[in-house]
């Protein structure tokens, strides 16, 4: 057990108590934190991406339980990931590489306690998805840890406003600042006077690799929310960013297109219409380097377009270079019925191509065989990056998927159909930063309530560039 006289020597000081106990090195602005929680009651900080809060909430936790008698700790955050992935991880390594610690300190995926008090020492993950999250802690010594603070909903707060009245009570509150209201977003304007705040950029943090700014920089701008919220730790704008830059879509649209080259791989994107006034686009582009010029159909009878992506499919198919062409198709409305109608179809197309290749060829050659392959895709599903390197990830597949044009529009890869229609559909999607760090494209209901039509020539050319990734059963998005 740690000496009496060194629990009242480290009560007041962290620092000490991080570098001598836990045997870990605080940079700056971590030891300014640590010194706050111990003076202040409440204490708010925002950050860029990287510069050690997890490290120092988890510090936090171990110092308290050490140096309170009977505390209790609730921790919470918007999303299990964080809680538990994150934070409560991050707690375990700390206890789980010192002997000393270990032997005073249970740590459980549930709870983190002294031993022999599992229900009155003790810090607890709550996940911030509902109002009684912290509820019902009470005790002389009570600190509150709100990480990703920016994304937790203000009923969640209510029970720690009430807890706040008692001397023992003190609250931290951490988080990539990505929202414009909410009780994070006070603690840093009209209540700051009542709080310790701390603003952490990550420009001037040893913590963060400069390779990571500047991919952000290229990627985004210093412009840019996506820099704002992740790298400078600040809020973003009162109005999102268009997703995709103008300047881009029209230099790709203007560039000079590859030499002409027998193309070996096409990938077609079909957007199916869903309501009266949208369009049905079939967008081929090939070797992922040259966009076609896109089919537009006014209506959508699922066997007419069926029947159009078909004549698609064997007219580039008879270019006797192209080994494979990949089909996908947004499935969220009528396009099932196109997907299941090129699925039946498939195996006969696939067979008629490569009969007609061979009948063209005589003696011992071998014409190039050919493969289809057709994919069910849908906006709106499960999100995340489109390399395993991205410096951020994206809300839903319509963030992916729009993505992978954005980055070949921005590292040029790309060569558009000169179509000032798509130029403003690609250039007026907004994004902003959601409550977990991630993109969030803007809808399409809001972007008609903009007076704009759904981006179907878009979507279709994003469609051609994703490459869903298959699973046992289905695709995952």
Known sequence: MIDPVA??????????????????????????????????????????????????????????????????IPCTAPTKHQLYDILWAEVSKWVRNNPALEREITWTQEKVYLKGYPEEWFAVPRTATKPDALQ????????????EASGVDDKIFMPVLGSLSTDGAKLLMCGNPTQLTGFFYDSHHKNRAVYKTFHIDGRTSSRVSQEFIKTIVEMYGEDSDVFRVRVSGDFPKAMPDSFIPMEWCERQSEAERPPAAEPKRVDIGVDVARFGDDSSVIAPVLDKATQEPPDIYHHNDTMEIAGYAIACIKKYARLETVSEIHVKIDCDGLGVGVYDRLQEQREQIASEINEARQAEYEGEETPLQFTLEVYECHFGGEGGMITANDPIEYANSTGVMWGTVREALRKKTLALHYDDKQITQLSNRKYTINSAGKIELEKKEAMKKRGLPSPDIADALALALYDPVRSDWTIDY
């Open 136 to 147: 019902g802690f009470h005790a002389d010594h009570v600190l509150y840890i709100i990480d």
């Open 7 to 72: 629990i009242r020597y480290y009560a007041d000081r962290p620092v000490e108590f991080v570098t001598d106990i836990i045997g870990a090195k605080p940079e700056p602005e971590q030891a300014d934190i640590l010194r706050s929680v111990a003076v202040n009651q409440m204490t708010s900080v925002r950050s860029g991406h990287g510069v050690g809060k997890s490290a120092v909430e988890s510090w936090l936790i171990i110092w308290f339980l050490c140096t309170r008698p009977f505390p209790k």
